[in-house]
């Protein structure tokens, strides 16, 4: 029999279901929490606007979360809005009285206009009657100017601003920086006496309604599920990010809503994604020996050099490499542990500006990449005159001879974790492979030139293990190639 974490919402209701309680429980659902909700009032709304709001009465607020609490139990709470002190005052009495564990506070303040969602009065008793009670508050800066008294303008003002809240009761505290200017988005949160800053690119898209929502009430369904508030705000800033990449682009025509159901990846899944990397990487050493060799005759300035799609880091910090680009900002995190700067963001779309790198190098991430066109041209941008791409890929004559050993296998070894032969099953069965030629069309179009090229398998992959040559020059076809372009 299964159980599940209990997560209750306190919140509004938007009838356009991008927020509130609907975002609220769409969130729960795809982090397999069960789900329950408070509501504490109606609102008319749309992509487009608020058009009128009626709250519930007090009682009917107060029965409930007392009904859910006696009967079904809670193991988290999340609040949303909540329109007026006498509303906030029996939320507050209702958690104290319970003793409500994990509560976490999205404080709606201020609208996206920037307009007042509350009267004086009611911030007042949100800020010293609800807050003393809460777990963790995730105010974005012009809530966090309120709370804290503090004008917020950068990343240091976002610090003290932290550490002026946390004085007010509170036991730890997320600041959400969107409101700040920059290409990166980044959340501080405070716990204890240190900060962790989260990093993501930012998203230009008009599907934005309801991001606090649900970013509260992921961080709120982790910790249900008992994992620590870091991962839990980590699990669920990623989380956000894909529900906004991926939100649908028909609903309303003003603020669109997030896309819900996506399944969460949790920051204890990229721990042992990274940790069956290196695994991965000790077993097959005899391999990225002869990689790192010829990595080496081209990555001539890794104090300069970008790695895209740099994973956990191990690569790039053994070849010297000091700046990266990665997609997921949970496994960025293990790169950043090995002093990588790396900011979040994809081969398509590189956070840096114009000519910024001598050398970019474009590991086996072309396998994943859609338009690998785009990223190339992205390298190129980022690349000073005269800098270099690095390109190591698997050809696609190199992968179907892989699978073609592997469909022989029988199977005496877990080649998806940690396989004997050098690359796992189903790395080489989901990727999309591009052949030599058709990349050396792609560097050549967008304007690389003086193509060199190494090769580091020149046997058979099912020997790879055993038999590994020294890097040769001048190949342009095999199993693994490197291939150097310049910018002119």
Same mark, same amino acid.
């Given at each position: ?77 999340? *609040? ?7 509303? *906030? ?57 309120? *709370? ?69 009430? /992921? ?12 991962? /839990? ?13 991926? /939100? ?152 179907? /001879? ?87």
């Amino acid at each position: 029999m299964k159980k599940l974490a209990r997560v209750l919402t306190i919140a509004g209701s938007d009838s356009g279901g991008g927020a509130g309680i609907q975002a609220d429980l769409k969130t729960f659902q795809a982090f397999d929490v069960y789900g329950m909700s408070a509501i504490t009032s109606i609102t008319a709304q749309n992509t487009k606007e608020v058009c009128s709001v009626c709250d519930i009465p007090l009682d009917t607020i107060a029965d409930q979360i007392g009904v859910v609490c006696e009967d079904i139990g809670i193991d988290a709470i999340k *609040i949303g809005m909540l329109s007026n002190s006498d509303i *906030i005052n029996i939320v507050a009495n209702k958690i104290k009285h319970y003793k409500a564990p994990n509560v976490v506070l999205d404080p709606v303040m201020v609208a996206k206009s920037g307009d007042l969602l509350l009267q004086e009065e009611a911030y007042k008793s949100l800020i010293n009657k609800l807050l003393p009670l809460v777990y963790l508050v995730t105010p974005n800066i012009p809530e966090a100017e309120i *709370i804290s008294g503090c004008k917020i303008k950068t990343l240091e003002d976002m610090k003290h601003a932290a550490k002026c809240i946390r004085k007010l009761g509170v036991k730890n505290v997320l600041i959400k920086g969107g409101h700040l200017s920059g290409s990166e988005v980044v959340d501080l949160l405070l716990v204890n006496d240190e900060f962790f800053i989260y990093r993501f690119a930012r998203v230009d898209s008009k599907n934005t309604h309801g991001t606090g929502c649900t970013l509260s009430s /992921a961080i709120a369904a982790c910790l249900a599920k008992g994992h620590n508030l870091n991962d /839990a705000v980590d699990t669920a800033r990623e989380y956000v990010y894909k529900a906004i990449t991926n /939100a649908p682009i028909n609903i309303g025509n003003g603020h669109g809503p997030l896309y819900h159901n996506l399944k969460p990846q949790y920051v204890s899944h990229y721990k042992k994604a990274a940790q069956d990397f290196e695994d991965w990487f000790n077993k097959n050493k005899n391999l990225f020996t002869s990689e790192f060799k010829a990595l080496k005759k081209f990555v001539t300035d890794p104090e300069n050099c970008l790695s895209v799609g740099i994973g956990n880091g191990m690569f790039a910090e053994k070849l010297g490499i000091k700046f990266g680009v990665e997609p997921s900002e949970a496994m960025a995190k293990f790169a950043r542990e090995r002093n990588i700067s790396v900011k979040s963001g994809c081969a398509e779309d590189i956070p840096w500006p114009d000519e910024s790198f001598n050398q970019v190098l474009l590991g086996t991430i072309l396998a994943s990449v859609k338009d690998k066109a785009k990223a190339i041209k992205e390298a190129y941008r980022v690349l000073k005159t005269g800098g270099e791409v690095i390109v190591s890929i698997i050809a696609g004559e190199g992968a179907y /001879a892989i699978l073609y050993d592997y469909s022989y296998m029988k199977g005496e070894y877990n080649y998806e974790i940690c396989p004997e032969y050098p690359y796992p099953l189903e790395f080489v069965r989901n990727a999309e492979w591009i052949t030599t030629e058709k990349l050396i069309k792609l560097l050549e179009d967008v304007g690389f030139k003086d193509l060199e090229f190494v090769q580091t398998l020149v046997k058979n992959p099912k020997y790879t293990n055993e038999e590994i040559e020294e890097p040769q020059s001048g190949y342009k076809s095999g199993s693994y190639i490197i291939i150097k372009g310049v910018k002119k």
